[in-house]
T-cell receptor
Framework: AQSVTQLDSQVPVFEEAPVELRCNYS??????LFWYVQYPNQGLQLLLK??????LVKGINGFEAEFNKSQTSFHLRKPSVHISDTAEYFC???????????FGQGTRLTINP | DTGVSQNPRHKITKRGQNVTFRCDPI?????LYWYRQTLGQGPEFLTY????????KSRLLSDRFSAERPKGSFSTLEIQRTEQGDSAMYLC?????????????????FGQGTRLTVV
């Protein structure tokens, strides 16, 4: 079975500071990796995904993530955050050939002015 | 098309009552998914349809839960004899096969969810 661990339940940062949200996964087979963002009382929006190819993936809103197979990690980064980035962020995996997503528990990103 | 639509957005019901939620996927999307999200947790997979066929069900989907997609378009999720533990956000998502037939290379688009509170 697959599992996803988001190492930080909450991350507070100051506006314009860099941020890294950590994600580690466990799987015996190859997976695809995703980061989603959820604003209060909203559904999930895809930030970026890794399917194959370059291990550095760029997404929307200035976010990027790097896939590290040896460390089974897919950490999300942004060089300079904005107040509007305040949200819950979810890392997810999907087995190649399967349909369901397996999500981590989420990381709440809080931006302080 | 404005995306995946879910109704109602909020539902408060008494324990023991039945509830039904509706999901309208993005048109031409043939895959539809239901997830449940409890407070402070990530979404958990419940079930998945390809067209009208229900192809996968989670063990989380007890006998009180039933999902349908009769014409391969909208879907309903019914919970019978609701319990307080059913209180959660129910999320629907849809996706479409890649035009090149590479069905793994698709993105799931999520609706805004239905928040259920059982009192």
């Amino acid at each position: 079975a697959q599992s996803v661990t988001q190492l930080d339940s909450q991350v507070p940062v100051f506006e314009e500071a860099p941020v890294e949200l950590r994600c580690n996964y466990s799987s015996s087979v190859s997976v695809y990796l995703f980061w989603y963002v959820q604003y209060p009382n909203q559904g999930l929006q895809l930030l970026l995904k890794y399917l194959s190819g370059s291990t550095l993936v760029k997404g929307i809103n200035g976010f990027e993530a790097e896939f590290n197979k040896s460390q089974t990690s897919f950490h999300l980064r942004k060089p300079s955050v904005h107040i509007s980035d305040t949200a819950e962020y979810f890392c997810a995996v999907r087995i190649q050939g399967a349909q369901k997503l397996v999500f981590g528990q989420g990381t709440r990103l809080t931006i302080n002015p | 098309d404005t995306g995946v639509s879910q109704n109602p957005r909020h539902k408060i019901t008494k324990r023991g009552q039945n509830v039904t939620f509706r999901c309208d996927p993005i048109s031409e999307h043939n895959r539809l998914y239901w997830y449940r999200q409890t407070l402070g947790q990530g979404p958990e997979f419940l079930t998945y349809f390809q067209n009208e066929a229900q192809l996968e069900k989670s063990r989380l989907l007890s006998d009180r839960f039933s999902a349908e997609r009769p014409k391969g378009s909208f879907s309903t999720l019914e919970i019978q004899r609701t319990e307080q533990g059913d209180s959660a956000m129910y999320l629907c998502a849809s996706s479409s096969p890649d035009l090149g037939g590479r069905q793994w290379n698709t993105e799931a688009f999520f609706g805004q969810g239905t928040r259920l509170t059982v009192v």
